[in-house]
């Protein structure tokens, strides 16, 4: 399956900071998503991301709070901005690649305080 | 309004038994239809998936099982040991679709398997 690599794996941040997370993957992919769990919370999607065009985002999203990157078709960024506390939650990327099903990295812990 | 719909909340199960955990979804647009395992501090890991033109699918202890026209889909794990202890999401996708393809969850469920 894919691999993905995450930075960091975790963070604590002052409120009021941002955070940015970085994604690799070992492949070229064309869409990268990301993803929001909340402690003891399923998983939802902020954003997918493709290579030479701008994110598209779910409702409860917006750019100005989550903007993200996607500069070649391996690498993406997610950042956190403005944090309050609300936002500590597990931030995860993904991709979907046809013979391995959709792969997670393994997420990156934000607390803030 | 939720679309991909688990139950139950949580399960315990003892060591050897079979845990059952059932899924419902509302959009019949959906074509793939994956389980995932979790465990603390980790990501979700991709467990076995199924598409919609195949009622069951087995991967070693793991079945998936599929019934279109109720719209459900359930994992069972065969000989339940105490490393299946983890949180499960069933999820679904319009993957075909490319554009539209991400994946929704379903809340999870805790698995318990008590040795």
């Known amino acids: 399956s894919a691999v993905i690599s995450q930075k960091p794996s975790r963070d604590i941040c002052q409120r009021g900071t941002s955070l940015t997370i970085q994604c690799q993957v070992d492949s070229q992919v064309t869409m990268m998503f990301w993803y929001r769990q909340q402690p003891g919370q399923s998983l939802t999607l902020i954003a997918t991301a493709n290579q030479g065009s701008e994110a598209t985002y779910e409702s409860g999203f917006v750019i100005d709070k989550f903007p993200i990157s996607r500069p070649n078709l391996t690498f993406s960024t997610l950042t956190v901005s403005n944090m309050s506390p609300e936002d500590s939650s597990i931030y995860l990327c993904?991709?979907?690649?046809?013979?391995?099903?959709?792969?997670f990295g393994s997420g990156t812990r934000l607390t803030v305080v | 309004q939720q679309q991909v719909k688990q139950s139950p909340q949580s399960l315990i199960v003892q060591k050897g038994g079979i845990s059952i955990i059932n899924c419902a979804y509302e959009n019949t647009a959906f074509d793939y239809f994956p389980w995932y395992q979790q465990f603390p501090g980790k990501g979700p890991a991709l467990l076995i998936a199924i598409r919609p033109d195949v009622s069951e699918k087995k991967e070693g202890r793991f079945t998936i099982s599929f019934n279109k026209s109720a719209k459900q889909f359930s994992l069972h794990i065969m000989d339940s040991q105490p490393g299946d202890s983890a949180t499960y999401f069933c999820a679904a996708s319009m993957r075909s679709t490319g554009a539209n393809s991400k994946l929704t969850f379903g809340k999870g469920i805790t698995l318990s398997v008590r040795p």
């Open positions: 993904s991709v979907d690649r046809e013979r391995d099903g959709y792969t």
